[in-house]
């Protein structure tokens, strides 16, 4: 990267600096699980005329220019060099489970490798050996200095197509607009107490968040080592599948949103294993960084749209972070596990109207600014390091998708680059919800970890199948 081009295109993003830093190098990496064994002869094809067009940073290099600045270098690219089909070695056994293990070693392995400065940042995978879920794997690679998490899935979305009909778009599903529309209902006088409180909260988040950042550490425990530089070992990394129509009788039953339901499940799920590791840990301090798409929209817009300079959600970085404590288990959440989804219900209501991730954007430019990226990278690492858990999520569409007339069964994703020692990824694919977990090797009981989240989300289904609508508590 420390090369000078005379012939240079559009400058890297504050954030693209962030995440291609000596500081921290982080990747996004999608899964997709083929219903079919792998026709590999059509992949070369398929990487030149359909996923390199998508985006000219898929065939750019970041490059410093003669006057410092980071910029995007258009360069030729060879794409059977970004393209990897590993070799497994023979089994007799007609158990698919022996290649689980294989997959699972081999992507323990590329999840902490960094692809070459000299090329573009992305590798592809392909897995053509059966497991449990699947003919065929396909694992896209992808540096968070491309985009984040909203452009890279758009981009991976516009290689596919519909299975049932390719001439038809995919769809997302809907979001509510209840809220919106009743707020407009409210007069002004009846709205100054919230905005009051919205702000006051707002700034209380955003000083606990400097503090969070710069001075207090979670305390260790069985999900926080306090190790440095945990970001270069190995990790492991494993799923939950769940019927989203089980979500939804939840959410129901409870009136909630799904999104406080997952959040429920997934603290409590935390909890139980850290009091299964420690008793005492069950109390302990402990933080989840939760990283937010801020262009608020309801669905992926198409790349072409994504490019345009006056679109409302630009190809790219557009991320901040919410320091969330996680709740603790008391007598009363032991007694009664549903508490968890309340209180996620609370918290989720009040965040949503806090502006607090957007003073955080606006400090993150201004550190940018007075002191560059390098420092930026270290304040969210120090962010990451200090918290216990990194949650994110993505919506995927209703239908089922084909890449090259292969159907997709699952489609799930991970990141990487941070110090934390779980990071959690949560992806809606048709009627099923994947949450997936990296967990650091050796330190993490991942099969232990699995079981008590599997276990969170079958307690607070039987509880909450067995709630009567008046034991609701009153959410407001």
Known sequence: MANFYEEVQEPVSPPGQYFNSSVICSYVFGFLELAVPIDDSQAIPLLKDVFLPINPRFSSIMVRDQNGKMRWQQVEVKAEEHLKIPIFPDTTSSSDQLYDEYLSYYVSRILTERTPQNKPLWEVHIIKYPTSNAAGTLIFKLHHALGDGYSLMGALLSCLHRADDPSLPLSFPSQTKSDSQHAKKISLFKKLPSDISSFFSSISDFGSSLIKTRMIEDDKTPIRSGYEGTESQPFTLSNISLSLDRIKGIKSKLGVT???????????????????????????????????????????????????????????????????????????????????????????????????????????????????????????????????????????????????????????????????????????????????????????????????????????????????????????
């Open 258 to 476: 799904i999104n406080d339901v997952i959040t429920g499940m997934v603290f409590y799920g935390i909890r139980l294993y850290m009091q299964e590791i420690n008793e005492k840990a069950k109390t302990a301090n402990s933080t989840a960084v939760v990283m937010l798409n801020t262009r608020n929209l309801g669905g992926y817009q198409s790349i072409k749209e994504m490019q345009k300079p006056e679109a409302k959600s630009l190809w790219g970085n557009q991320i901040s972070f919410l320091q969330v404590a996680i709740p603790k288990l008391s007598q009363s959440t032991i007694s009664n596990p549903l508490e968890f989804v309340w209180h996620a219900h609370k918290l989720i209501k009040r965040k949503r109207r806090s502006f607090s991730v957007y003073l955080i954007g606006m400090l993150l430019d201004l550190e940018m600014k007075l002191r560059g990226p390098e420092a930026v990278a270290k304040i969210i690492y120090n962010t990451l390091g200090n918290s216990s858990v990194v949650i994110s999520n993505l919506v995927g569409p209703v239908e089922e998708m084909a890449l090259a007339n292969h159907p997709i069964n699952g489609f799930y994703f991970t990141m990487t680059g941070g110090p934390e020692n779980v990071n959690i990824t949560i992806m809606s694919y048709v009627k099923i919800l994947r949450i997936t977990m990296r967990t650091l090797k050796g330190f993490i009981d991942e099969q232990k970890f699995k079981l008590c989240m599997e276990k969170a989300i079958e307690i607070i289904f039987k509880e909450a199948m067995e709630l009567e609508i008046s034991e609701r508590p009153n959410k407001n």
